[in-house]
C-alpha cells in the first residue's frame, strides 16, 4: 500500500519542534527549518492556533492569494493517520502518532471493555449521552500526557492550552484571541497551543465550500491578521488537523451479505472504516466488499496496515492491534463514507485519503 502521510514531516513533528525548543526529549524527528526558526529568533512566545477541519486546499479555494494566512503559508504538510480530530490533534499535543498514544479515531474498539467508544465522548458508539464507566477504568491506557504538561512539569517554562470546552473554556474566537495576547505580554518564555472547532463544525453540516464556511475561515484570517499585528517576540504557527470532503453515504445495512460476517461494529471513521469479521469469513468478506464498494474504498488488511506504518512508526500501543480489527477500507478516489448503526450522518467528512483531507497548511508569521 502507498502511505501518503509523510511521518518525517507531519504534525507530530512539528510537535517535536515545539518539544526540543523547550529543552524537552522527542520521539520522533523535529522538522528542521522550524528548528531553525526558532533556534535563530529565539522567541519568548510560541503560539500555536489550530483550525479544526482548515486543509490547505481549501483554504487555497477560499482565500486569495494575497490574504494574510496564504501569503504566510510556507507550506502543506500532511497530517497523520486517519485524517480526523481524534488523531491528529493528540499528535499535536504529545509529539506522538497515533499508533504510539492509541486515539486512533472518532469510535475506536477497547478490547478490554468489549464495547466501542465514542472517545471524545466517554461514551459507547451511538450512545452519546450515556458515558461508559468501563472506559473510564481503562482509558489510561490510551496516552493522557501532553507537551503542555511537560513543559509545566519539567522545565521551567509555562505552557497553556485553550479550549472552546472544558473547565476553563474560552466563549467565542475574540476570547480566545485576546487571552492569547494577555499571555504574550506576560513576562517569561512560555507555549500557547489554542484549538477551534471552526470551520469543521460547520463543514459536517455545509460542506467545505459553503458560503458559511467561506466567510469563517475569512474571518479567521482577519482577526489573526489584527492580533498578529499587536504581537512582539513571538512566533506564530497556525496548522490544521485534517481537512475535509463533501459526502455520499453507503449504508452497511442495504448489504446483509456483508453485515451478516461482522463480528461487532465497524469503527474508527467513516471515510477510513475498520471491520472485525466473524471467524472463517475474513476471504468471503474481502471478495464480497470489493464486489460492491472496490471502486470507492481500498481494502487492507490487519497485516499491510502494521507492516507499512500507515499509523506511523513508534512503540505500539496496547490498545492498537484490536482496534484496528482485520481490515480496514480507505476512501482514497471517491466521496463516498460507510454508515453503520450510531454513526452520525453528516454533509462532509474526513479521514479519506483525498488532497482535501490529507494536506494541512503551515501557516508560520514571525513577529520576533
Known amino acids: 500500500m502507498l502511505v501518503k502521510n509523510n511521518y518525517n514531516e507531519c504534525l507530530t513533528n512539528l510537535a517535536c519542534s515545539i518539544q526540543k525548543y523547550f529543552g524537552l526529549s522527542t520521539k520522533h524527528n523535529s522538522i528542521e527549518y522550524i528548528d531553525k526558526l526558532l533556534s535563530e529568533k529565539q522567541p ?11 486543509g490547505s486546499q481549501i483554504l487555497d479555494r477560499t482565500l486569495d492569494e494575497n490574504s494574510f494566512f496564504r501569503k504566510n503559508k510556507i507550506k502543506e504538510i500532511t497530517t497523520v493517520f486517519p485524517a480526523t480530530t481524534t488523531a491528529a490533534t493528540t499528535s499535536i499535543r504529545t509529539g506522538l502518532n497515533p499508533i ?15 464495547e466501542t467508544i465514542t472517545l ?26 501532553t507537551i503542555i504538561d511537560e513543559i509545566n512539569e519539567n522545565t521551567k517554562y509555562k505552557a497553556i492550552e485553550l479550549f472552546p470546552f472544558g473547565e476553563n473554556k474560552y466563549n467565542n474566537l475574540d476570547e480566545m484571541l485576546e487571552i492569547i495576547k494577555t499571555e504574550c505580554d506576560k513576562e517569561g518564555k512560555k507555549y500557547i497551543y489554542a484549538y ?7 463543514m459536517h453540516d455545509f460542506g467545505p465550500d459553503d458560503t458559511k464556511v ?4 475569512q474571518i479567521r484570517n482577519d482577526k489573526v491578521e489584527q492580533l498578529c499585528k499587536k504581537l512582539n517576540d513571538t512566533i506564530i504557527i497556525i496548522i490544521a488537523d ?9 449504508y452497511l445495512k442495504d448489504y446483509p451479505k456483508i453485515t451478516e460476517m461482522l463480528e461487532r461494529t465497524t469503527s474508527l471513521e467513516q471515510r477510513a472504516v475498520s471491520f472485525k469479521i466473524k471467524k472463517d469469513y475474513k476471504e468471503q468478506f474481502a471478495q464480497e466488499f470489493n ?7 481500498k481494502l487492507y488488511s490487519k497485516l499491510e496496515i502494521i507492516e507499512n506504518h500507515l499509523f506511523g512508526d513508534g512503540q505500539e500501543n496496547e490498545l492498537f492491534r484490536e482496534a484496528i480489527g482485520d481490515f480496514i477500507a480507505i476512501a482514497e478516489n471517491s466521496n463516498k463514507c460507510i454508515i453503520t448503526e450510531g454513526d452520525e450522518v453528516l454533509r462532509s467528512q474526513h479521514a479519506g485519503y483525498s488532497d482535501d483531507e490529507i494536506y494541512v497548511p503551515l501557516i508560520i508569521i514571525d513577529k520576533c
Open 100 to 114: 504510539e498514544h492509541g486515539w486512533l479515531g472518532w469510535n475506536m474498539y477497547i478490547a478490554p471493555i468489549d
Open 44 to 54: 519568548k512566545n510560541v503560539v500555536l492556533m489550530l483550525f479544526d477541519g482548515m
Open 120 to 145: 471524545f465522548l466517554n461514551s459507547e458508539k451511538g450512545k452519546q449521552e450515556v458515558i461508559s464507566n468501563n472506559f473510564l477504568k481503562v482509558k489510561e491506557k490510551l496516552v493522557q500526557k
Open 242 to 250: 485534517h481537512g475535509h470532503k463533501e459526502v455520499e453515504h453507503i
Open 291 to 297: 464486489e460492491n464498494f472496490g471502486k470507492e474504498f
Open 214 to 217: 467561506k466567510e469563517l475561515i
Open 196 to 202: 477551534d472547532t471552526e470551520p469543521d463544525h460547520s
